[in-house]
């Protein structure tokens, strides 16, 4: 059966990096893979959008997470938490590990946090030194507004904005330097068209500073110690060579196109898809800034979300459920990375016949019908 | 140009296997993916001869072994590090980073640790909670002697003995439960002929009981948690997908050959190595238990064994040089994982071209007929 991968991560890995990952194997420390972790460095400035180093892990994306916490901090130190979902309890499990106190803003789930708030928790506690968000809050489809809080961080100089963009990277417009971002960890598996098993971060003269002072414990994930290494086109530790050599091939494809049209292309996947699910008469689970990678809808009455997504896999057509108090309540749809109007109304037709199976009725081609008016205007715009 | 992996890891990967790594991506909490990861868990037992669950980590080995000190032990506690090498050192940074004590047996480089130095440290100092070695010590091509060493620490119920086997899993006799050994630390892409980019780390019962009382911080390696999923067919994160569907293809043909008859080609691959190098003139840097799994020599007088290396590059042929300090003064020649005898004599005889180009009279075949000899004796045998 054919697999249409419309989940949040992993996506689909295009057939040009699958044969890009399956040439002989390269020793890590020859010239030719050191070679290609040159022209990788280059590749991961452009997409992160900043001149700094982008560091690489043989890891998935927590590990990454994990490596901005004990990298900047100290135990006993003080950080800022947005929690809006899954992973934004991640960041709050991760400073408490490490004995950081956590300072958390609880955001309803569907929402995105008030940069307002965020302010005044700065203002009421300067002992605050990193704030922790999701730029995109996969579990939730909101994106949370990381330009608006790196207004504010970028005038306190006692404090970052740490930014999980796992989910967000190469998907929608965030520019690390332009925005002042001053950690930015990402993953393989999502809009980068990766299998998972590479982790990324990279950080702002700012970040690195709080190296400089940063007393917890790290070895695997130790930033300064990757910096020093990647400078002479090498990792720390063994690279997970396959995966390296797949993301050259992928950022050769990302940069010939070019990052302004894969937002553009992505945002119109978004909006057609979000037409659709109001054509069939459901509603968004974000009630903030829906995700522009991901679109997270409410099971209607009486329809258990995790049947849609069983019913769908029937077909083929792979969507994600909710997670934890989401569970059963939403599910999503993904639409990032090596995905196509194509796919998008495949899998919206599949939609249509599935929520007149679970006993919620639909005009077939009516969600079908409002995504093509979209993706037509656009595409002509 | 053809490429010979003859390097201490990355070794070559099997056709087979990038086949399998070029299917269609799974998404890691599918049934199908789950199915996998059920079956990997099986052979992953048989490989580390245990009854125990293996953990898997999407990392290098560094961070099993990582793993391996922040699940068992406590700031301030102290262990007993075997340095006999470049991996020997790492065990000791581990510690340091997390505020272990460090008592520290300095083993000559090429030579093994000597089990009743380990017995008397022990009973010198009946703090040491955990004794850390490497089974094989990639630097230098030495095996210490880990069931001499597990029979000291069994009968310690406050120790436990842990084995970087990274390079030797797979290669060579280890059997976790049959010698006794605390926590086996494994990684990818040595005699388990996978890419780089898993790690993992299995735990005796009483390596699990030293879980409980750990208190170093931990998450992304944290033990107890990877367990629990794995129990479930899942990882506690992301799970590197397309590596483990390599993993699964590398389980079957390493079940359908059977460890006994790896080992004992690995071995035979050793002895003819040996001889070859013998032949030729040359010592080995090894002066006890040499590896079962790679041969380091001396360069002869005169020659800059870095030459040898680099000469042998030339001919599409890659073995490793020395680190530290035996840099330039041995090369390193591995033979496990995805090598045959065909791989292993046209190395030879491309040595002996690159020893006389360096002004070291070799009689051209005299290597290769002596590995012949041992090849053909095993053989029959």
């Known amino acids: ?63 990454a997470m994990e490596g901005a916490v004990v990298n900047t901090l100290c135990a006993g130190d003080t950080a800022l938490v947005v929690d809006g979902g899954k992973f934004g309890e991640r960041w709050t499990e991760l400073c408490q590990v490490y004995g950081v ?24 506690n300067p002992a605050i030194k990193a704030v922790f968000v999701q730029a995109n809050e996969t579990s939730t489809g909101v994106q949370h507004p990381v330009r608006e809080l790196a207004q504010i961080t970028k005038s306190l100089p006692g404090a970052i904005l740490v930014v999980d963009a796992i989910s967000a990277l190469g998907g929608y417009e965030l520019p690390m330097d332009g925005w002042g971002l001053d950690i930015v960890v990402a993953g393989s598996q999502k809009a980068m068209m990766l299998p998972p098993g590479l982790a990324f971060a990279a950080l702002s003269p700012k970040a690195w500073e709080f190296v400089k002072t940063s007393t917890l414990p790290k070895y695997y994930f130790d930033f300064a110690k990757q910096l020093k290494s990647q400078q002479k086109n090498q990792t720390a530790y063994t690279s997970a060579v396959t995966l390296t050599m797949g993301l050259m091939e992928v950022c050769a494809r990302i940069r010939a196109e070019g990052l302004e049209k894969i937002f553009a292309r992505n945002r119109r996947l978004s ?17 903030d800034y829906p995700s522009d990678v991901l679109t997270a809808v409410l099971a209607p009455a009486g329809v258990d979300g995790q049947k849609v997504v069983a019913n769908l896999r029937r077909k083929g057509i792979w969507i994600a459920g909710g997670q934890a108090q989401a569970k059963g309540k939403i599910f999503r749809i993904a639409h990032m990375g090596f995905i196509d109007e194509t796919d998008l109304l495949g899998t919206i037709g599949g939609l249509e016949v599935v929520l007149n199976e679970l006993g919620y009725k639909v005009d077939l081609g009516v969600g079908v019908k409002a995504a093509q008016a979209v993706l037509g205007k656009e595409a002509g715009a």
């Not at 106190?101 to 009421?124: M, Q």
Request: proline share 7%.
């Open 271 to 287: 909006l057609a898809t979000k037409e659709a699910v109001r054509a069939m008469g459901l509603e968004l689970y974000a009630k």
């Open 1 to 63: 059966m054919k697999r249409y991968l419309m989940t949040p991560g992993p996506t689909p890995v295009a057939p040009e990096t699958q044969l890009a990952m399956a040439q002989p194997i390269l020793h890590h420390r020859s010239p030719q893979f050191m070679e290609i972790l040159g022209k990788v460095r280059e590749d991961l400035r452009y997409l992160f959008q900043t001149e700094q180093e982008v560091l690489m892990f043989a890891a998935t994306g927590t590990g």
């Open 101 to 124: 106190k956590v300072d958390r803003i609880a955001v309803e789930w569907g929402r995105a946090v008030n940069p307002a708030e965020v302010a005044a928790r700065l203002k009421a």
